[in-house]
Every structure is written in C-alpha cells, then in structure tokens.
C-alpha cells in the first residue's frame, strides 16, 4: 500500500538564513570591539593613575625625611615615572594653631588632550 502522503526533507541552510546570521554575528563583534576598545582605555587611565598617586606619595616621603626648616613650596618639575610624563608641584603653607605646615602636593598630567591630576596633602609638625 503506497502512502498518500509526500514527505519533504529539507537539508542545510538557505543563502538568506546564512546572510541574516552573518548580520547578526558581525553587529555582536563590532558591539564587543567597542566594549574592548573601552576598557583598554580605561585600564591605561588606571595605569596612569596610580602612578600618578606614586608620585607624589614618594615626593611627600621626601619632604617628610628632609629637615623642618628645609620643607618649602617647589616649583613644577617634570617628573617621568614608568615611562611617563607627569608634572609635579609642591605647595607649602603654615597652620595656624599647631604652627605646623600643610603640604600640598600635585601631579598631573595630559592625556588625549585631557588634562588630569593627582592631590595629596599632608601636615608636618614642628620638632
């Protein structure tokens, strides 16, 4: 007995269901090139940060380790720290009621035509 019905068999994909995944698939590599992109930027932002905080830690360390009389307001100095560029400024004032002094000390630099910078501060009392 012949059965009345016709089976279709269909096998691989068709050129338009092929084309609509390659679509779809090259807008999810460009959004994931994008994300890429941005955090490659973030994390050399992160880099230059924290050395940026080294700098002036290491400068305020010095100022600490030199004597008393000596710890005065610097002019900008250019200072390369792991292969970059920063510009480090010391500024020096006197508190008023333990006649200590407040070191201010800032480091900045410019970054895709942006600039950035760094504060630390601390106060030094007198011997």
Known sequence: MKSDFLISHKEGFTLIEVMITM?????GLVALAGIQISAIKGNAFSRRMTTAVSVAEQTIEQIKNS??????SQSTTQVTAANMNFNSQVNVTNTTPTNGKR????VSWSDS????DV???TIISPP
């Open 113 to 116: 035509g942006k600039s950035h």
């Open 23 to 27: 679509v779809v698939l090259s807008i």
């Open 67 to 72: 004597p008393y009389d000596n710890v005065q």
């Open 119 to 121: 504060r630390l501060s």
């Open 103 to 106: 070191v201010e000390v800032t």
